[in-house]
């Protein structure tokens, strides 16, 4: 029989068994050659670790010496670097580790965001699950009510059919009212999971890899999920079927048949759950303005407002000031770009101006007539609205006019935004002299500057829109000034439902934002007071 034989690997300068690698030189060492390598005076430099704790070798060039691997982390600079770029001028004292040494204490990082991460996605994943069975024995207490209501139809003539359709109607009302909220509650959880899931693909990608380089320059995502799990409600109340009694006498038809109506001994409560599952959380802030504050959303928590003529300040709904702006001329309006750039416009002046995130405010471009708004779009273009002129026209960033939007016969245009979902612009117009108290009516305009629909309110009611802007979901919010409420529209412009503040009422209701969190700041005109309530 043959004698079995270990393969193992050797020094590369002798026959010995291999104990220690050169990163820098990419040579294996045994303990000998180890020495013999540190005492030479031009290895200085290299780095040496045992065989077992190698990493792969890098095959990365240096971008300073082309054709120079890098071999080794200069932690003063916090970048790769290869043998040239240690012994150079630039590196000259710095403090060197090796690729080995960094990439562990980063795997280790990286490995403690990957379980947090992970802990976070099984949370949404339950938080799911819980909202699937919310939801079947919700459809499952409607379904039994439609049984009870089909039953006592039996009982009760011909006569009385139509009445029982018009109250299936009500209790179908109910049912999708409470449908459409859990479901969009469960969207908005299946696709926070499906955030967590990339995520989690990332870091487990990253975890495997050997590449140094590449572990060593990987962003971490690690705090930009910190999303809220959504609130979702253990009890919904439920409408019941309160049967009437059956008499020899005819009465009124509703003491006959029953009504759909809420749980007496719970009205108070679930009165107050279906205001919540408007808009609920709010926060009412005095700017210290007897008249509307002009206001956009920053993206997150955080508000810009007009808070006197000449001052802007960047507030949270706890009305917490973080940043503060003053002019020497009115500002009229404000809009906030996509890379977090805020524009001004001011009263009386033909001009565009820009504050930068470095807090430098520059003069953009001049205009040819006056501004009353302003509109950064998703693509960074800006939308001017010229309201004495009757006119709405797109500029690039530098100035250039793109399009004048002359597809729709334009009285008085107010304000105007992008949705967020389908790009879309609504422009707000009045079509009598311009007030806020006057009628009016909103355009919903494609990119290409084709008219979509026309907007003019609900019912008989006058209808006087100020301002607009639309959420996340593709939903239009539209402010109504005398009758003192927000609509609603869906992304094709078909009503859904007015804002229901719990507990207070709108007072002249002028502008309008929403930020990423679903919390909507709406400014009053005759308080100058700001609403901030939460869209659940």
């Not at 280790?108 to 996605?121: A, Q």
């Given at each position: 029989m043959a004698e079995s034989q270990q393969w193992t690997v050797q020094c590369t300068h002798c026959m010995s068994s291999v104990e220690y690698h050169c990163n820098t030189c990419d040579s294996s060492l045994c303990s000998d050659c180890t020495n013999k390598h540190k005492g030479s005076e031009e290895n200085t430099h290299h780095l040496i670790v045992r065989y077992s704790e190698r990493f792969d070798q890098s095959t990365h060039e240096c971008k300073e010496h082309p054709g120079s691997k890098l071999v080794v982390w200069c932690d003063t600079c916090n970048m790769a670097v290869c043998t040239d770029c240690v012994t150079s001028e630039n590196h000259k004292?710095?403090?060197?580790?090796?690729?080995?040494?960094?990439?562990?204490?980063?795997?280790?990082?990286?490995?403690?965001?990957?379980?947090?991460?992970?802990?976070?996605?099984?949370?949404?994943?339950?938080?799911?699950?819980?909202?699937?069975?919310?939801?079947?024995?919700?459809?499952?207490?409607?379904?039994?009510?439609?049984?009870?209501?089909?039953?006592?139809?039996?009982?009760?003539?011909?006569?009385?059919?139509h009445y029982e359709m018009s109250l299936l109607n009500k209790l179908e009302f109910h049912k999708k009212t409470f449908g459409q909220f859990l479901s969009t509650k469960m969207d908005t959880i299946v696709n926070g999971i499906h955030e967590f899931q990339q995520e989690e693909n990332k870091y487990e990608t990253i975890l495997r890899s050997k590449d140094a380089v590449a572990l060593l320059e990987f962003k971490s995502a690690c705090g930009q999920n910190d999303k809220p799990l959504p609130k979702y409600i253990r009890e919904v109340p439920i409408p019941i079927f309160k049967k009437g009694s059956m008499f020899d006498k005819f009465r009124i038809l509703e003491e006959i048949f029953g009504q759909i109506v809420l749980p007496n001994d719970e009205s108070k409560q679930a009165s107050e759950m279906l205001d919540k599952t408007f808009a609920t959380d709010m926060h009412i802030i005095h700017t210290g303005r007897n008249n509307a504050s002009p206001i956009v959303c920053n993206g997150d928590d955080q508000t810009w407002v007009v808070t006197e003529q000449m001052k802007i300040q960047l507030i949270d709904k706890s009305n917490n000031i973080s940043k503060q702006i003053c002019f020497a001329e009115t500002c009229c309006d404000v809009g906030v770009t996509s890379d977090g750039d805020i524009l001004f416009i001011f009263d009386g002046e033909k001009s565009v101006w820009r504050y930068s995130r470095d807090e430098t405010l520059t003069k953009t471009f001049s205009l040819h007539l006056k501004p009353h708004g302003i509109c950064a779009l998703n693509d960074g273009n800006i939308l001017i609205i010229f309201k004495d002129d009757k006119k709405v026209i797109m500029y690039s960033r530098v100035g250039m006019i793109l399009m004048a939007l002359d597809s729709v016969n334009l009285s008085h245009p107010l304000y105007a935004t992008q949705n967020m979902k389908n790009n879309h612009i609504y422009v707000t117009d009045k079509t009598d002299d311009g007030h806020y108290s006057s009628p009016g009516r909103v355009f919903a305009i494609q990119e290409n500057g084709d008219l979509l629909y026309e907007y003019t309110g609900q019912d008989d009611v006058a209808f006087t829109p100020v301002d607009v802007c639309s959420d996340s979901f593709g939903q239009v919010f539209v402010t109504d000034y005398l009758q003192g409420s927000v609509h609603i529209l869906n992304e094709d412009g078909v009503f859904l439902r007015f804002l229901h503040l719990h507990g207070s009422q709108l007072e002249n209701p002028c502008r309008i934002d929403i930020n990423d969190n679903e919390y909507v700041w709406i400014s009053e005109n005759s308080t100058g007071k700001l609403k901030v309530v939460r869209l659940v």
């Open positions: 004292k710095h403090e060197f580790k090796s690729f080995q040494d960094k990439a562990e204490f980063q795997r280790k990082s990286l490995r403690r965001e990957y379980e947090s991460t992970k802990h976070k996605g099984s949370m949404w994943q339950e938080c799911l699950s819980t909202m699937k069975t919310e939801k079947e024995a919700t459809e499952n207490k409607f379904n039994d009510l439609e049984y009870e209501v089909k039953e006592q139809t039996k009982a009760i003539c011909n006569q009385v059919h």
